[in-house]
């Protein structure tokens, strides 16, 4: 590979890696595997539909207060997956003018004490009328005890 072409390849996976437009899976020590965006930082689902949610869409129910602590992982580009995940589940929705990833139907947030170099510290969160969990690369909820 010449020096040109590695550039342009770091070049382009910093891209990726800074924009939240690729998908990929990582694995933690207490979760298994997960899904996490290209800039390393896990991504959570909300559900609203359990326990003391509030019923309401993800969307609709992380009010702006949330969207601070849960912002959304928006898309610039085409939204890509790595092998290990069904590239069927993903799209994007747009949603107050951004356009948002989506995984297996749910939009795709990050937790805002989350870090790429440490473990996933948002799964479980019960918070803003509904609970968080991280995404297993089949595209369901992983289980929290």
Do not use: K
């Amino acid at each position: 590979m010449s020096m040109i072409t590695l550039a342009a390849t770091l070049c382009a996976s910093t891209a990726l890696a800074t924009d939240g437009t690729s998908l990929q899976v990582a694995i933690s020590d207490e979760h298994g595997p997960y899904v996490e965006a290209g800039n390393g930082l896990p991504v959570y689902m909300f559900d609203t539909r359990i326990g003391a949610g509030d019923g309401q869409t993800p969307l609709d129910s992380c009010n702006a207060r949330c969207l601070g602590e849960w912002p959304l992982v928006t898309v610039d580009g085409d939204l890509v997956v790595d092998d290990e995940m069904d590239s069927q589940l993903a799209a994007t929705v747009m949603w107050e003018g951004e356009e948002v990833a989506i995984y297996n139907s749910n939009a795709l947030f990050y937790f805002y004490r989350d870090t790429a170099e440490g473990e996933p510290i948002g799964h479980g969160i019960r918070s803003f009328g509904g609970r968080w969990y991280l995404i297993a690369p089949d595209g369901t909820a992983i289980s929290t005890d």
